[in-house]
């Protein structure tokens, strides 16, 4: 659950935690995009469209408030963060 909590506060491996704690780091996603965002990451990144699917069981919209503040919303991010080992430290090439 340690990425649950992560992904839940912000103080996770994103682009938008460097920005603020650690300006060195480069806030962007793998995926190309200026900054990387806990949202973003959740439910727009390519990098894990494919394992989007477990969400949308839980919330078709992928409503951050739904995913995080329901068990069954719990529950699948947890699935998903397994999944893809998002987010986790990357390196960008």
């Given at each position: 659950?340690?990425?649950?909590?992560?992904?839940?506060?912000?103080?996770?491996?994103?682009g938008e935690?460097y920005?603020?704690?650690?300006?060195?780091e480069?806030?962007?996603?793998?995926?190309?995009?200026?900054?990387q965002?806990r949202?973003?990451?959740?439910?727009?990144c390519?990098?894990?469209?494919?394992?989007q699917?477990?969400?949308h069981?839980?919330?078709?919209?992928?409503?951050i408030?739904n995913?995080?503040?329901?068990?069954?919303?719990?529950?699948a991010?947890?699935e998903?963060?397994?999944?893809?080992?998002?987010?986790?430290?990357?390196?960008?090439n």
């Amino acid at each position: 659950y340690r990425c649950l909590i992560q992904c839940h506060t912000g103080h996770a491996f994103l682009g938008e935690y460097y920005s603020t704690f650690i300006p060195t780091e480069d806030p962007s996603c793998p995926c190309g995009k200026p900054m990387q965002t806990r949202e973003h990451v959740i439910i727009s990144c390519p990098m894990f469209e494919s394992n989007q699917n477990i969400l949308h069981t839980v919330s078709e919209d992928l409503i951050i408030s739904n995913l995080l503040g329901m068990e069954k919303g719990i529950k699948a991010l947890v699935e998903l963060l397994n999944v893809t080992n998002a987010p986790q430290k990357m390196e960008w090439n």
